[in-house]
């Protein structure tokens, strides 16, 4: 296990300020769910032993930190499109610190510059001629060449109402591969089976990190279970369902490859009496049997007895119709509600997300 400034990942060591200088970072979410993109954002954040508080202007977040926490919040997060450093806050290319150009990129590396406009940009030189503009200022100030298709360094510049940001920013590759991994891509397949973003989602609200004991006692088909080990927690599935546990253990593959364990037993007779965290969606959707009052049933009766799974402090994040009325219940068994967000799946369901700390 590598650990680093708090974040840790099994096997990866993210780039951390020898310095220990505060610098200015962004993150730039999808438009798909933003609400869910930003607390996903947060979550992540709160992992680390550094206090961060990220300021939001639609969907473009800045934060400061003594770490470069990039390549993590890229590599875990479903909802971030690019993250990096950001270089220089200016309204005319002129007030660009010449400074914070020189050595910014390695000699004999390439580099491309594009543009994210948010907003209206004023100001000379801030016209569809600003990429080579920039350009022209990285080749003053480096020994490196330009290369658009495949650059080893993209400069970002970021344009909104407030201004420019120049920044050095990286693409999400996990939101390409979490594509690859939707239902209908999975080895087994049921409608009732969620999303690879949204579980992917979800597992980061519960701030699961490598080597942790997750477990989600209505797996269904294992989709939230795949993305659990997928960032190095051991995963344990609990369905009633004896065809949907063989499904979800096709999806997970070898168990000696990835770490997970399957029981066929009742939710709310929970054979788990110990794990970190829990992520789960309930069935309440059309193609679940247990819509309605008895839908409601099964999830309160595991709410009720959720206390003795988690620790003090363990977080339950986990999906639930509107219909339900799930809040009512679990203010009425005093869980601390960290976050709920509202998600429309289509004009009969409207999907609830609820991040809980025991």
């Not at 269904?220 to 369905?239: M, N, Q, S």
């Not at 499904?247 to 788990?272: F, T």
């Not at 247990?290 to 206390?307: I, P, Q």
């Amino acid at each position: 296990m590598v650990t680093c400034s708090g974040y840790s990942w099994a096997g990866i060591m993210y780039t951390i300020e020898g310095n220990g200088l505060t610098r200015d970072y962004f993150v730039y979410v999808s438009g798909e769910a933003v609400r869910l993109a930003k607390a996903e954002t947060e979550a992540l954040l709160a992992i680390g032993a550094e206090e961060i508080v990220v300021e939001w202007t639609g969907r473009l977040g800045r934060f400061s930190s003594k770490s470069d926490v990039t390549s993590f919040l890229l590599e875990r997060a479903a909802f971030i499109k690019s993250s990096g450093r950001v270089l220089a806050e200016f309204r005319e290319i002129e007030d660009i610190p010449r400074s914070n150009l020189m050595g910014a990129i390695d000699e004999s590396e390439t580099f491309a510059v594009r543009v994210l406009r948010l907003g209206e940009c004023d100001g000379e030189g801030v016209g569809d001629d600003l990429p080579a503009h920039i350009g022209s200022l990285l080749l003053k100030y480096n020994k490196a060449e330009v290369s658009l298709d495949n650059p080893d360094n993209l400069f970002l510049v970021i344009c909104s109402t407030d201004g420019l940001l120049l920044t050095i920013s990286e693409e999400s590759r996990t939101r390409k591969l979490l594509g690859l991994r939707e239902p209908g891509r999975k080895r087994f397949f049921h409608p009732s089976m969620m999303n690879a973003k949204l579980a992917r989602a979800m597992c980061n609200l519960a701030r699961i990190m490598p080597g942790d004991l997750v477990l989600d006692p209505f797996c269904g088909g294992g989709g939230i279970l795949c993305e659990v080990t997928l960032i190095g927690a051991t995963a344990i599935g609990v369905d009633l369902d004896w065809s949907l546990l063989m499904g979800a253990r096709i999806n997970l593959g070898n168990p000696g490859e990835l770490r997970s364990c399957l029981v066929q037993a009742d939710a709310k007779y929970c054979p788990v009496h110990s794990c970190d965290c829990i992520v789960t969606d309930p069935p309440y959707g059309r193609s679940s049997s247990t819509r309605g009052r008895r839908a409601k049933r099964l999830v309160s009766g595991f709410l009720e007895n959720v206390d003795g799974i988690l620790e003090k402090g363990g977080r339950l994040c986990f999906c639930a119709s509107t219909d339900m009325n799930l809040l009512d219940v679990v203010t009425d068994l005093g869980i601390e509600i960290e976050t709920v967000i509202n998600l429309r799946v289509h004009s009969g369901l409207v999907r609830q997300v609820f991040s809980l700390v025991i």
